[in-house]
């Protein structure tokens, strides 16, 4: 099996994934997916009503 090293884009930790997993593995923990897909929920209505 082949891994690939990704960097989560909300704590900043290296994190290896499997490749099959690479597109859909962005954060490397639970809670940094959670906090990420909250930012991202945030970021829409912000950028609509601005
Ligand atoms: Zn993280």
Same mark, same amino acid.
């Given at each position: 099996m082949v891994y690939v090293n990704k960097i989560c884009p909300v704590c900043g930790s290296e994190f290896f994934v499997l490749k099959? %997993? #690479? #597109?859909?593995a962005v954060y490397c923990t639970l %809670?940094?997916?959670? #906090?990420?897909q909250e930012n991202l #929920?945030?970021?829409v209505p912000c950028m609509g009503t601005a």
């Open positions: 099959n %997993a #690479e #597109e859909k %809670a940094c997916l959670t #906090e990420g #929920e945030q970021r």
